[in-house]
């Protein structure tokens, strides 16, 4: 089981976890998704 992460940290990994999910209703949180899936992620989002 992978643990969660943060966009600060997934930066500073080796490699990206194949899966995600974004949370949030900032612009942000769409942006992040779709930069992802542009990067071969599987990205689900949920606004809060």
Do not use: M
Not at 6 to 30: C, F, N, R
């Amino acid at each position: 089981r992978e643990q969660p992460s943060t966009s600060q940290l997934s930066t500073s990994q080796p490699s990206l976890p194949k899966t995600w999910v974004v949370i949030g209703d900032e612009p942000i949180a769409p942006e992040l998704a779709q930069t992802l899936a542009r990067l071969g992620c599987e990205c689900a989002t949920n606004a809060t």
